[in-house]
Structures are given as structure tokens and as C-alpha cells.
């Protein structure tokens, strides 16, 4: 296998290669949900292929291979037959010509140590991550090539509104993959192309990145308005001022603007700060309601990305010279530097200055 064969019969249409192995790393909610999504894509394009999902635990893994569902994350939500899983890294990573990562940001570089041992020379991987690692401040696609010596062209990112349970139940959405190699991107995008779930195509693997990291960190800050009993106003401005904030940083780093306005940018940032089904934002409701975030983490049986990736994207910023004042605020409450109830009058706190600044 090598990139070519990956990148071949790229039209959407075309359904997944005959014969692929791909491997899932993590069998959360958004993982199995994927797995769930390329064994759909399959089936409908008649072309058979592989899936294993890596779990931590060993019931889960079981569950899945036995009963094609994993009830701890999807409910009673049927996978397909095609999907099996294991909790040896080694056996879903061996020969598979694509994986797929899902683990916490904060992990992955942890996990990829033993991707490595065993991973195809060619193998493309696939980040459904939407994290900064903290103290490197890298993004996950800076920290696949680093930790396994991958060139662009062999890592894509999946991103967009991509809350699980929906996308597992099969109402239709829209997400993006974005490959410095276009081939590449295509042909990720004929793998998960499906009758609910359509994948759009780009090379700005920069700012997609960017957009799925600080939308969870702007959706902690939504949340926080629910807990506060803050109105639609207050959050329609945090929303709007975050997109501001993340299309900032993301073009001091290379970013393209119009991913801002699509899918990955706008399209997911709205999913995440409105919808109940947001692990973020039901994490900032509870640090709204006076939990604090030792608490939280407690309540909560799912990571929170905005919760640990919060520090890396201020750190990135200051770094950049870019203004942040809401991703600040929410890293403050975090750390409990400040006050849950004094954030109100410190979310849009700027200088006075035209909109488009």
C-alpha cells in the first residue's frame, strides 16, 4: 500500500477500497461513531472493508466484537458487521492501510509510540482530535509527524459539527477533511462518504485544526453564560467574538480565512456552543453553576477538550501576539484565578475598536 493506492478512486461516490483495513483508536462516543460511519460507507458502495477499534477497556472491546454495539457510549445504537475490537494497539494498527485516532489529545503522543512499532510504512493517518498538547502547544497533526516522521502528505483531519450521538443516529451532517495532499483528502472523504454523513474536502489542515481546538474552549465559555443565567444576547456575542478570536490566532498562523466561514469553523462552533449534547458546553454550565473544574472533571464521564487544551491555546496566543480576552477569561476560571461570577463583565473585554479588528 502506499499514498497513490490511498489517494486512487478519490471521487466521493466511489465508496471505500475493496479489501481496506482501516483502524480506529479509541472507542468513545466520536470513535466508534466514525467506525460506525466507514462501515456504512461500505455497505452502501458494496465494497467490504476492515474496521478494528482499539479500546482501552476490555468489556468494551468485547461488547463491540459480540453484540455490535457499545452501550457505554452509543446507547442501544447498532454498529456494523464489518466493525470489530480489540485492546491491543499492535493487532488494529497492524496492516491497516489507514488510522484513525480518537484517544485525548493530552495522550496521543503516548499512544503513538506503540502506532509506531507496527505501522505500515505508507499508512495514512487520521485525526479526529480537537486539541492542543500542553506544554508543546503543538497542534495533533504537528505531533503525528513529529512522534512517528511523517511528511503532510499523509496526515489528514476530520472536523466540522460532529457531535457523535446525532451523527450515530444517522441525521445528516456535513464535516470537512483537510490533507496538505488533495488526492489524499479525497480519498479519506470516499471512505467516510455515506447517505447521513457528507465530507467536504480542503488543504487547510492549519485552520481546520485551529478551528476545532478553541471552539471547544468558546463553548466552555457558553456554557458558563447557561450557569450564570446569562441570555441569548450575552451568548450570541461570545460566539461571535470567539470566531473573531479563533480566525485571529489561526491566521497569525497560516490559516485560511474562508475555513472560518464553513463548516470547520462557523458550522462547528455553532453545533458546539448551542447543542445540549456538547461535552464542553455542559462542562462550562457546571464551572457556571460553582463547580470548580477538579468537579467537573468528576461529574463528567467524557473529556472536555477545551478544559485541557485551554492553557495551550492562551500560551500559543500570547506567544503570537494575539488578543483573546474570552479564551482568558475561561482558562482564569479554570485555573481559579478568577471568580465564576466576575466573568460577565470580563468575556468581551477589549479596547473599544471597529468590529473587524
Not at 458494496?46 to 482501552?56: D, H, K, Q, T
Not at 441570555?231 to 497560516?254: C, F, P, Q, Y
Amino acid at each position: 500500500m502506499n499514498v497513490q493506492n490511498i489517494a486512487r478512486q478519490a471521487e466521493p461516490s466511489s465508496g471505500a477500497q475493496h479489501g481496506a483495513r482501516i483502524a480506529v483508536l479509541g472507542a468513545g462516543s466520536w470513535g466508534t461513531t466514525f467506525a460506525k460511519v466507514l462501515g456504512d460507507a461500505a455497505r452502501s458502495s458494496g465494497s467490504p472493508i476492515e474496521v478494528v477499534l482499539w479500546a482501552r477497556r476490555e468489556e468494551v472491546a468485547r461488547e463491540i466484537t459480540g453484540n455490535h454495539t457499545n452501550t457505554s457510549y452509543l446507547g442501544g445504537v447498532p454498529l456494523p458487521e464489518c466493525v470489530r475490537a480489540t485492546t491491543d494497539i499492535a493487532e488494529a494498527v497492524t496492516d491497516a492501510e489507514v488510522v484513525v485516532l480518537a484517544v485525548p489529545a493530552q495522550s496521543l503522543r503516548s499512544h503513538l509510540t506503540a502506532v509506531g512499532e507496527v505501522l505500515d510504512d505508507e499508512a495514512v493517518l487520521v485525526s479526529l482530535i480537537k486539541g492542543l498538547e500542553r506544554g508543546t502547544d503543538m497542534r495533533m497533526s504537528e505531533v503525528i509527524a513529529e512522534e512517528l516522521g511523517v511528511g503532510p502528505a499523509r496526515v489528514a483531519v476530520v472536523s466540522g459539527p460532529n457531535l457523535a450521538m446525532e451523527i450515530a443516529r444517522e441525521e445528516p451532517t456535513a464535516s470537512v477533511v483537510a490533507c496538505a495532499e488533495v488526492s489524499v483528502a479525497e480519498r479519506i472523504a470516499a471512505l467516510c462518504n455515506n447517505a447521513y454523513f457528507r465530507p467536504y474536502t480542503n488543504t487547510d489542515v492549519v485552520g481546520v485544526e485551529i478551528a476545532g481546538i478553541v471552539k471547544n474552549v468558546i463553548a466552555l465559555a457558553v456554557g458558563i453564560c447557561d450557569g450564570q443565567r446569562l441570555g441569548d444576547n450575552s451568548k450570541a456575542s461570545v460566539i461571535t467574538r470567539g470566531l473573531a478570536e479563533t480566525t485571529r490566532l489561526a491566521s497569525v498562523l497560516g490559516g485560511q480565512l474562508e475555513t472560518f466561514s464553513g463548516l470547520a469553523g462557523l458550522g462547528d462552533l455553532v453545533a458546539t456552543c448551542a447543542s445540549p449534547l456538547s461535552r464542553n458546553r455542559s462542562a462550562g454550565r457546571l464551572l457556571g453553576d460553582g463547580l470548580t473544574a477538579e468537579q467537573v472533571t468528576a461529574e463528567l464521564t467524557q473529556t472536555a477538550e477545551g478544559m485541557k487544551s485551554g492553557s495551550a491555546v492562551v500560551d500559543l496566543a500570547r506567544r503570537h501576539g494575539v488578543e483573546m480576552p474570552i479564551s482568558e477569561a475561561v482558562v482564569a476560571v479554570l485555573e481559579g484565578t478568577l471568580a465564576v461570577d466576575r466573568i460577565a463583565s470580563l468575556l468581551l473585554a477589549r479596547d473599544l475598536k471597529a468590529e473587524g479588528k
